[in-house]
Structure formats: structure tokens, C-alpha cells
């Protein structure tokens, strides 16, 4: 397994009407903004994404309130069991996994994105040394 960081989560609630999702994508997309992958379940949206700075400023254009949050990454074997084995590992050390979404599945490996409650606890559970950015 291999671990790394950089990514935001920014969840958002728009309003209930067409073109909203429309509207933030264009506006990502004219800031030449990578969703690496998100979620949205009816108003609810989650994107992800390493250009945090981009991002924030889309949003802000746009007057949408979201939420940040810091966001793991794990790379591991795609086979059955492997999830489990790996939100165990967390939940027995006293870590609440909070979001996760599969970034890429590719020549037997799964890459996952999570946020968790306690990044410090994660980092220590998992083996991760925080990266100094370039």
C-alpha cells in the first residue's frame, strides 16, 4: 500500500433547480479546474480536487458557501477484503472514517481518497508521513 496527500474536499448545497450543477462546473472548468471525482446525491455536491486555491476562488465567485476538508490517499490491493481490512485498521484505532471516494482502480490497485476525524491518528494508524510541499 502506498499513502499520499494534497487533495480538498469542498462540499456544497445547491439550490433546488436545473443548470446548478451546470453553473459550478462551467465555472471550475473556464478556471481550468481538475474534479478529480466528486459525489452529489440531490442538492448535496462533493468535489475534489488538488487545486484548492482555483477552487475556493470558483466558489467564491459563484457566492456558494462550502466547507473544506483535508483529504488522505491510499493505494491497495483491489481484491475483496482489502476496504474491509483497511476501515478496520482505522475504526480500531478509535478513527471515524468521514468521506471516501475510489479516485482510480487500475492493474490490480484501488486509489482512494478519505477524510477522516483525527488526521494525526490516521497518519499514525496508517504509516503516513505528512509531505512537505516542493
Known amino acids: 500500500m502506498t499513502m499520499s496527500d494534497g487533495r480538498l474536499e469542498f ?3 445547491l439550490r433546488d433547480e436545473a443548470g446548478q450543477l451546470a453553473l459550478v462546473s ?5 478556471r481550468e479546474i481538475n474534479i478529480e471525482t ?3 446525491i440531490d442538492t448535496n455536491v462533493a468535489i475534489v480536487t488538488t487545486q484548492t486555491v482555483q477552487a475556493r476562488m470558483a ?3 459563484l457566492d456558494i458557501s462550502y466547507t473544506a476538508t483535508k483529504l488522505l490517499s491510499q493505494s491497495m490491493p483491489d481484491k475483496p477484503g482489502a476496504l474491509a481490512e483497511f476501515s478496520e485498521r482505522l475504526a480500531d484505532a478509535g478513527v471515524s472514517i468521514t468521506s471516501i471516494y475510489v479516485l482510480s482502480r487500475i492493474q490490480g490497485a484501488t ?3 478519505f477524510s477522516v ?8 494508524t ?3 508521513h505528512e509531505s512537505v510541499p516542493p
Open 126 to 128: 496508517l504509516n503516513m
Open 26 to 30: 462551467r465555472e471550475f472548468a473556464n
Open 111 to 113: 486509489e482512494l481518497a
Open 38 to 40: 466528486m459525489c452529489a
Open 117 to 124: 476525524d483525527d488526521l494525526d491518528k490516521a497518519r499514525a
Open 11 to 13: 462540499k456544497i448545497e
Open 59 to 61: 466558489l467564491d465567485a
